[in-house]
């Protein structure tokens, strides 16, 4: 347990860093599960309709660094690529 003052601040503030960082990673990881199960059901019409949104999730998170600049391009590619197979 911290002693300082400053030491219970910064534990303070990383708890709730930390909570808001799981929850907008599961708002992510969901979008991104429904996304996959519109394509999958063959509702591309859909999938391509929620594609930006999915963008706009995965930007927002590689700006915060709740994911790497890389990783979300690479994800924001294979969701398009997806959605022109079917």
């Known amino acids: 347990m911290p002693i300082t003052s400053s030491a219970k601040r910064a534990l303070r503030e990383s708890s709730k860093k930390r909570k808001a960082n ?40 590689a700006k915060v660094n709740l994911i790497k600049k890389n990783r979300a391009a690479r994800e924001k590619s294979r969701l398009a690529k997806k959605t022109l197979k079917k």
């Open 22 to 61: 799981l929850q907008k990673r599961i708002v992510l990881k969901k979008t991104k599960k429904d996304f996959l199960k519109l394509i999958e059901d063959g509702k591309t019409e859909e999938a391509k309709k929620m594609l930006p949104k999915a963008y706009k999730l995965l930007d927002k998170a």
